[in-house]
């Protein structure tokens, strides 16, 4: 935690934020017992606090604005996942915040993002509720205290969960918001205590500023290294297996969500820490994020027993339970979070329809088809309304984040796997054996035996056939996985009812990429289904 000196120094009178009681730095664990003692968070048997982030347990994709200026007019891909925001009107929501949190005690952080120092973003964070700005302690990356004595913050995080907007006179949806400035550099929050809004706020930010001033490549994945240098980046969508597949005790870890590819082939994270789903987590399967869970770590909307036992299979609260915690806390970790020599690219998808195979090799069409695509698919019980498995696509494996459109960050991708030679995999963590409610899960221990085949290259001499509806490259064997969970018809009892839904996934494929044609390439139109 900085020293009084540096406290008395801070002042938030230019944010607007009037006679605050300042709380400036403070350390996690000063924070995890101000939580408790305010009655706004319990601690876990673990030593992990838990909180309850109140109506809102998840990201609210049509709450997330951006203000449409002379920065941003011509170069954001506005629509439903962008969607424009008056400057005028954000002055005036940004003035009724701050009066808000005007005479209130306050949580400020000062924080960066970018581990390369070449792109190092400076960070102020100012909270509401000390358990968020343990939040950012975890999820940025933390200064020392010679960084702090001459802190000059380039974007500001305005956090105000308690502070509801007035759709009618503010311009917003409903009473909570998301809203990125790019003239004034701010991020502006409130109505929702979902800590996600937080980091991914910044990383969309950075999401725009790396291609467009810095030209890097921007990536909603998770990336580890191996002992002999090589790093490997994984792709996925919430749910696929990300942070579990990049914690490999056999691999340090980069970072689990977001990072930059530079010019000079070095891959750096964006993060300070890790944010991790805890749906049915157990120390058998991913001991690595179960062991994170201990003091400085925070548990959210978790259901536990009078002993502080967390029941990680209780999705009472929600299906998105989550926990955040530092890097540190994960023993097996790259430092500086920055890696070398990318070498194998991982697209990682839940196929809830049994229809991909579990790898395949990807070419370079194929690759850039299936990042604009960014497919999984959605399980009955992960939404309201789902019932049946529903195919779900998001741009780049993280459209709410892009505000560029996704060919700008699929012919980056594209030039820099051509010029690195990095060999493409799709992972496909899903169903096998038929879809969702007939097959069974893909077991982890296979997804892992393969993804560790094709990092140390042996899975380069092997035979390869191509799937017949969707064209892709599958190994016919692979040490420790069957040679039967290779190929996806064989898991079926009935093939017909196979092809049938294997075309009728394609045709989904299909029909959501026509809203890219336009933009696409012959090599990328031919990467897609082929019939």
């Known amino acids: 935690m900085a020293d009084n000196d540096t406290k008395n120094m801070i002042t938030l009178e230019q944010y607007g934020i009037k006679n605050a009681k300042i709380q400036y730095n403070l350390s996690s664990d000063e924070l995890h017992d101000v939580t408790i003692a305010k009655e706004q968070g319990v601690e876990s048997a673990s030593g992990a606090l838990a909180v309850n982030t109140g109506e809102f347990t998840g990201r609210s994709p049509m709450d997330r604005f951006i203000v449409k200026d002379a920065i941003t007019e011509d170069k954001i891909w506005w629509g439903n996942i962008n969607i424009p925001f008056d400057s005028d009107k954000f002055q005036k929501l940004y003035d009724k915040v701050t009066a808000y949190l005007s005479d209130k005690e306050v949580f400020v952080r000062d924080s960066y993002a970018c581990a390369d120092e070449d792109y190092k973003l400076n960070i102020r964070v100012i909270n509401e509720y000390p358990w968020s700005n343990m939040f950012a302690h975890n999820m940025f990356l933390r200064p020392t205290e010679a960084e702090l004595e001459n802190f000059t913050p380039e974007w500001t995080v305005v956090n105000a969960p308690g502070f509801m907007a007035d759709p009618a006179v503010d311009g917003t949806r409903q009473h909570n918001f998301a809203i990125l400035d790019f003239t004034r550099k701010i991020a502006l929050i409130g109505g929702t205590g ?8 910044i990383f969309s930010a950075l999401n725009f500023i790396l291609p467009v001033d810095k030209n890097t ?14 790093t490997a980046i994984f792709f996925g969508l919430s749910g696929t297996g990300k942070t579990t597949l990049s914690c490999d005790p056999k691999r340090k870890l980069i970072g689990d969500d977001e990072h930059g590819w530079t010019n000079e082939n070095t891959v750096f994270n964006f993060e300070g820490g890790c944010y991790a789903k805890v749906i049915d987590l157990s120390g058998e399967k991913e001991p690595e994020i179960y062991n994170a869970i201990k003091r400085g770590a925070i548990l959210e909307n978790v259901i536990m027993d009078a002993e502080g036992n967390v029941d990680f299979e209780d999705t009472s609260i929600t299906q998105n339970t989550r926990v955040s915690y530092p890097i540190y806390h994960i023993d097996n970790i790259q430092t500086p979070s920055i890696g070398k020599n990318p070498k194998n690219i991982f697209f990682l998808t839940a196929d809830a329809f049994g229809v991909l195979p579990p790898i395949s090799k990807l070419t370079p069409g194929q690759a850039a088809y299936h990042f604009i695509s960014g497919y999984t698919a959605k399980v009955a019980g992960t939404e309201a309304g789902i019932n049946e498995p529903l195919p779900s696509f998001s741009a780049c ?3 709410p984040f892009m505000p560029l459109h996704p060919t700008k960050y699929a012919e980056m991708l594209s030039s820099k796997m051509k010029e690195a030679g990095v060999n ?3 992972i496909n963590t899903g169903w096998t054996g038929g879809a969702y409610g007939t097959g069974s899960r893909m077991k982890l221990k296979y997804t892992r035996a393969m ?9 380069d001499d092997v035979e390869f056939v191509q799937h017949p509806i969707f064209g892709l490259s599958m190994p016919t064997t692979c040490e420790n996985v069957p040679d039967e969970v290779l190929n996806p018809k064989g898991t079926w009892s009935d093939a017909a009812a196979y092809d049938a839904k294997a075309n009728e996934l394609a045709s989904s494929f ?3 990429f026509a809203q890219f044609e336009d933009y696409a390439n012959e090599e990328i139109m031919n990467g897609g289904p082929i019939v």
């Open 451 to 459: 993804i560790t085949q094709a990092l140390e290259g042996h899975l």
């Open 194 to 201: 979902y800590t996600g809004e937080i980091k991914k706020g």
């Open 397 to 399: 494996f993280g459209a």
């Open 424 to 426: 493409v995999w799709l």
């Open 217 to 230: 490549l921007p990536m909603h994945c998770s990336a580890n290294v191996g002992e002999n240098g090589e």
């Open 510 to 512: 299909k029909k959501n």
